[in-house]
């Protein structure tokens, strides 16, 4: 398509979205919790074209079949119908609009998080520019992909200045402020890769501004030492190894099947935690509702979209993912759609280490899947090279954001001489709960995390404590404990890693034993 084709597509006016589709999607962000009425719009499938037909029909067999083949095939293949419903819902309600910048109501749910976000903060008395921002129902990393949002939607979505620069301005805020570090990749390659397809100079004079603003506030961030804005610096994963590594166990434990939708959180929760929906400011927590608490904690991720799906799906279910996001993307591509590029572009980084494609969800998987469905409704009929396309996006997108795979594979821990000095565990217990081991270790100096987790199928983190190795002489002797499963037995696990975060999920060392559960004698 030529630049004057493109210029006199621009200016053909677009009919406006039904008025339940506005108000569904300015709502979307500060009252996610409504998102699932786009079921509704399932009937807007219809003006998907055949190709998309089929690639979705795919995605829906990759995520039955393996669901049949767990231990629970009823229960597993309802949630796996359930949560593909969602998605199609919400791409169906995208195939209903014109173009992405139809998305723009979805800027006035986004100022209100904004406002909410910032008002919790000064009517807790604490400083927004001393520590990440707090919200009653949204984590620093949703406020931070709520900040990119805002700011693809006033870059891309089209309309007055006089709402768009405030919008932007607001959401540049909120993306430092909230101190999240996938965010702001997000919004960096969504944003360039938007204006990659954009061509324009005055789209070039917006970014370079938005840089200049971004630039601007990252250093004087860190001259000023503010927290939140010092964070985007550090390369710590925040203990996101550690999780790897136990979905790597679940992984192992069902490597065909995988152990179903939702069904990840039971085995990376500790033995014995209840189910949440999310913490309150005071540090309290709502517990989960009956139903869901049957689940097990749905909400706990594995930080990483290949990890999550290789989990509950199996190898098939990846498949039949990749595939879908690949079409998605080459299809934004080829279409030089800005605003579609940036969500989809910028989500699907988001997800390396966090998992932004799950509905339901704090609106971002909603925003992800809508936006999808868009793009894939303007797909011509037949299309061999966006078929091509979308296999070669598809392979792309899964070696890229493999990579806690691929690390662990390709650059195995490096050697360490780590010696256990001395090491206090019961092998058998009358009682699992309250389970307390002592260690002393030697090791190099330097700083180390030491973790202590319970195995059964698969493996969770019970404990977690810093420790630091002295220049000579063994560390001190440390206290682990927590509650175990309520097994007969299970396999307790010692691991040792660095003192930050890496991008590495397997350790640099690790003993294990087995603690087995005896009865208690009877009382004469």
């Known amino acids: 398509m030529s630049a004057t084709d493109r210029t006199a597509r621009s200016t053909v006016p677009v009919a406006p979205a039904p008025l339940w589709i506005r108000v569904w999607l300015a709502l979307l962000a500060p009252l996610y919790f409504l998102a699932p009425a786009a079921v509704f719009a399932l009937p807007g499938l219809r003006r998907l074209p055949r190709a998309a037909w089929w690639v979705l029909g795919f995605y829906a067999l990759s995520q039955q079949l393996p669901a049949l083949l767990t231990p629970e095939p009823l229960i597993n293949s309802g949630l796996a119908l359930a949560r593909t ?288 469905g868009c793009v894939l409704a303007r797909m011509p009929q037949r299309s061999p090279a966006v078929g091509w396309a979308g296999g070669v996006a598809a392979a792309g997108l899964l070696a890229a954001l493999s990579f806690p795979l691929l690390v662990g594979a390709l650059r195995p821990a490096p050697p360490i001489q780590a010696s256990l000095d001395a090491l206090i565990a019961p092998r058998q217990v009358q009682d699992t709960q309250n389970y307390q081991a002592f260690v002393r270790l030697n090791l190099p100096p330097g700083a180390y995390r030491v973790s202590l987790r319970a195995c059964q199928e698969s493996c969770s983190t019970i404990l977690t404590l810093p420790v630091t190795a002295p220049a000579s002489g063994p560390t001190p002797l440390l206290k682990l404990g927590g509650n175990l499963y309520d097994t007969a037995e299970q396999r307790v696990e010692l691991l040792l890693y660095p003192g930050k975060g890496s991008v590495r999920p397997q350790p640099l060392a690790q003993t294990s034993w087995t603690v087995t559960r005896v009865r208690k004698e009877a009382t004469p």
Not at 278 to 303: E, F, K, Y
Request: glycine share 14%.
């Open 85 to 372: 419903l969602l998605m199609f819902g919400f791409m169906g309600l995208g195939a209903s609009l014109h173009s992405t910048r139809q998305l723009a109501p979805l800027g006035i749910g986004l100022a209100a998080v904004y406002v909410t976000a910032l008002g919790l903060t000064g009517l807790d008395g604490l400083n927004p520019l001393s520590q990440r921002l707090g919200h009653p129902y949204m984590t620093p990393i949703t406020l931070g992909l709520a900040g990119a949002a805002g700011i693809w939607v006033s870059l891309f979505a089209g309309g007055r200045l006089w709402w768009r620069v405030p919008l932007g301005t607001a959401a540049l805020g909120m993306l430092l402020l909230s101190g999240s570090r996938g965010p702001l990749a997000a919004a960096l390659i969504g944003t360039a890769l938007g204006f990659a397809v954009r061509q324009s100079r005055r789209m070039a004079l917006g970014i370079l501004a938005g840089a200049a603003l971004l630039a601007g506030g990252f250093y004087l961030g860190q001259r000023l030492d503010l927290p939140a804005v010092s964070r985007l610096s550090n390369a710590d994963t925040s203990g996101r190894d550690l999780v790897w590594n136990n979905v790597l166990s679940v992984i192992r434990s069902e490597p065909v099947s995988g152990v179903g939708s939702y069904r990840l959180g039971v085995r990376l929760s500790p033995p014995g935690e209840g189910c949440t929906l999310w913490p309150a400011p005071d540090g309290s927590v709502t517990p989960c509702p009956t139903w869901i608490d049957r689940l097990g904690q749905p909400w706990l991720i594995a930080h990483n979209v290949t990890l999550q799906e290789l989990a509950e799906a199996g190898p098939l279910g990846l498949l039949g993912l990749f595939v879908l996001l690949g079409v998605a993307a080459a299809a934004a591509w080829r279409q030089r759609d800005p605003l579609g590029l940036a969500v989809l572009s910028g989500l699907l980084v988001a997800t390396a280490n966090d998992n932004t494609l799950i509905v339901p969800g704090p609106f971002v998987g909603e925003l992800f899947w809508v936006t999808a």
